[in-house]
């Protein structure tokens, strides 16, 4: 069983709610029967490795752009050494389709649509989000829209 929970009085809401937010404001998070026994299962793709820790009944592989199994690197021996830990590693988020880890909750967002039929994408951002959920619009031919809220200090800072 899936539902959202409100994060202070646990007051229940239907999982196909579209809104972040309780009525009365508070957080809404993702519930998920038997969480606590997922296990990461052996696979390539995103939604294989982590089905059980993912709120879908379906996902449809078409969707996806590659994401995921991003390299670990080994940082250079200054940063390294200024970390002060004996081994560090960088996740090269470069590797995804649009460069950024936001690609991972993009093909999210695009399950979720597909299972709740809906044909448009959107998100507000300033960079990274517009760009991916516009690539995962586009891989799956949905109307997508991204926006950017302006800002008095963005707008001051243009020549």
Request: hydrophobic share 35%.
């Amino acid at each position: 069983m899936r539902k959202l929970v409100s994060t202070i009085t646990g007051r229940e809401y239907p999982f196909e709610r579209l809104e972040e937010f309780a009525d009365n404001g508070e957080a809404l998070e993702v519930e998920l029967a038997g969480i606590e026994r997922a296990r990461p299962r052996p696979g390539r793709h995103l939604w294989v490795r982590f089905a059980e820790f993912l709120p879908f009944k379906t996902m449809d592989a078409s969707a996806s752009l590659g994401e995921g199994n991003t390299p670990l690197v080994e940082a250079g021996k200054r940063l390294t050494a200024f970390s002060g830990l004996a081994r560090l590693l960088l996740k090269n988020e470069t590797q995804n389709p649009t460069w950024s880890f936001k690609d991972r909750g993009s093909l999210a967002c695009i399950f979720m649509a597909q299972e709740m039929g809906e044909r448009t994408t959107a998100t507000i951002s300033t960079g990274n989000m517009g760009h991916s959920i516009a690539a995962y619009g586009a891989r799956r031919a949905s109307r997508r829209s991204s926006s950017c809220r302006s800002s008095r200090r963005a707008r001051s800072s243009l020549p």
